[in-house]
């Protein structure tokens, strides 16, 4: 499995910018970004492949999130825009070894311990 570590939650309004880190140990075929809200079940958001060169979004954020990867330093992001108050949840970056091009969340093997967002109205 891969080691995972999330960083760059925290509070912002409505409208605002948030750029969240996966650190990542070792290697994989995709790094994924997913969500849960209180109540709610975790749910896709965005994938990328290890490489970079393909990337999948949920419709809820096409458009206003961004999921890129910096090989060198083998950490993920994801750049979100223009944040609503119903994108508050824990964030969780994951990752796995598979090819296929199914991405629930029992599709990802390795996860990281998630981290807060909170959008403000």
């Known amino acids: 499995q891969v080691q995972l570590v999330e960083s760059g939650g925290g509070l912002v309004q409505a409208g605002g910018s948030l750029r969240l880190s996966c650190a990542a140990s070792?290697?994989?075929?995709?790094m994924g970004w997913f969500r849960q809200a209180p109540g709610k079940e975790r749910e896709f958001v965005a994938t990328?492949?290890?490489?970079?060169?393909?990337?999948y979004y949920a419709d809820s954020v096409l458009g206003r999130f961004t999921i890129s990867r910096d090989d060198a330093k083998n950490t993920g992001y994801l750049e979100m825009n223009s944040l609503k108050p119903e994108d508050t949840a824990v964030y969780y970056c994951?990752?796995?070894?598979?090819?296929?091009?199914?991405?629930?969340?029992?599709?990802?093997?390795?996860w990281g311990q998630g981290t807060q967002v909170t959008v403000s109205s």
């Open positions: 994951a990752a796995r070894r598979g090819s296929y091009s199914t991405f629930g969340s029992q599709d990802f093997d390795s």
């Open positions: 070792g290697q994989a075929f995709y």
């Open positions: 990328i492949t290890w490489s970079g060169g393909w990337t």
